[in-house]
């Protein structure tokens, strides 16, 4: 989720070097003041009809917040059909079903909304009554754009990131199982691009291609791809606005099977500067986070209570997401030595907090806004899944 605060907004016109290092200092000082001055508050939500039986994967799944206050992503009902929300600041809920969505009981089709803008506007998924995933973008009033990427074949479209002006990222998956990175611009093209070097052997050989996962206000892009080296190696991908693609690596990233830079379905957190946030796995099967400046250079961290063994520190296998926002604060999720998931959130000057809802047993973050504001979902002791919001109160 891209969200632009009024400070943002403030210092987002033509601008020095030295203009630009003053809006980030007062951005982070602001949040820092936030951050100590307000009593954190995490409000547990599920959406009207979730599922909140013991059951296959029932519950609340958000996915981004914006910087009103506005919440999307999905719940899947009783009778196992996903459906898409918008939670409001006041926690009005909101569900609506794609045009072309499937809704048959005992399908597991439906809508899955996967990112809000400032503006309202939501995209995300749907599938339709063969299984297949379609594209759609939701606009204020509830009007429905649908779209495919060319090539998709017989498995689909899957739109991920969504900017303030409409632009659209996200994989599609061809008929061969392989996943290529795409962009929708406002306009409604669709560009289709893959990382260099990026694997072609599909899914069942451990390969997951190219997908593009964030897009902030000035069209600039970030995903990762897996590699044909034999080890299916996982890059950083930057792709500018006027297509080309640069690769990139954490520093002490491993070159060994299925380590590198982010993970299968690992979102990166991008912000209006160009920095970028995301994991890394290292030589021994641990993880590990970043923060990458606009000029390249990069922050390592971990945080406190990570695990230290393999399969566990800040990160995760597979669809952990790392939230940046523009002042600077960045949002994730860590596994600890017993193997749990928490969430946390680092703040501009590197302070840590650990985001665990009340009851929960595992807790991953999905967004977070130029605020401050955390949302994502977490695991009852029934397995039964719950959204949240962390949130700052005066």
Not at 92 to 100: I, L, Q, R
Not at 153 to 162: H, Y
Not at 297 to 325: H, I, M, Q, V
Not at 383 to 390: C, E, K, N, P, S
Request: glycine fraction near 16%.
């Amino acid at each position: 989720m891209n969200s632009h605060s009024s400070l943002a907004r403030l210092c987002s016109g033509p601008f020095s070097k030295g203009a630009l290092a003053l809006c980030l200092g007062f951005g982070a000082l602001a949040f820092s003041v936030c951050a100590t001055a307000q009593d954190s508050r995490i409000i547990s939500f599920d959406a009207p009809g979730a599922d909140t039986t013991i059951g296959d994967n029932s519950g609340t799944f958000p996915s981004s917040i914006n910087t009103g206050g506005f919440i999307t992503g999905y719940y899947q009902s009783p009778d196992t059909v996903i459906h898409g929300f918008i939670r409001s600041p006041g926690g009005k809920f909101t569900s609506f079903e794609a045009t072309g969505a499937d809704t048959t009981a005992g399908s597991y089709n439906g809508t899955d909304a996967t990112s809000i803008n400032d503006s309202g506007v939501v995209t995300g998924l749907f599938y339709d009554a063969t299984g297949i995933a379609h594209g759609f973008l939701r606009d204020p009033d509830g009007k429905f754009t649908t779209f495919d990427v060319h090539g998709a074949g017989a498995n689909g479209t899957f739109p991920i990131g969504l900017n303030a002006e409409g632009a659209v990222v996200g994989y599609a998956l061809d008929s061969n199982d392989v996943f290529h990175a795409f962009l929708r611009t406002p306009e409604g093209k669709i560009y289709t691009f893959v990382g260099p070097s990026s694997c072609d052997t599909g899914i069942s050989a451990g390969c997951y291609g190219s997908a593009d996962f964030t897009i902030n206000f000035w069209g600039i892009s970030v995903g990762s791809y897996t590699d044909n080296s034999g080890n299916l190696v996982g890059h950083g991908l930057i792709r500018s606005p006027d297509g080309t693609l640069k690769p990139f690596e954490a520093p002490d990233a491993g070159t060994g099977t299925n380590q590198g830079t982010g993970c299968p379905g690992c979102a990166l957190g991008l912000n209006r500067w160009g920095a970028i946030a995301g994991i890394y796995t290292d030589s021994n099967n641990i993880y590990h986070s970043f923060l990458r400046d606009p000029s390249g250079r990069f922050t390592t961290f971990d945080a406190p209570g990570a695990g230290t063994g393999s399969k566990e520190g800040t990160g995760c296998p597979f669809d952990c997401t790392t939230s940046l926002n523009d002042m600077g604060a960045i949002s994730g999720t860590y596994i600890d030595s017993n193997s749990v998931y928490h969430g946390y959130l680092r703040a501009p000057d590197g302070k840590f907090v650990t985001v665990d809802p009340a009851g929960s047993t595992a807790t991953l973050s999905s967004g977070m806004n130029d605020l401050g504001a955390i949302t994502g979902y977490y695991a009852d002791s029934n397995g039964v899944i719950h959204g949240f919001l962390r949130t700052q109160e005066w």
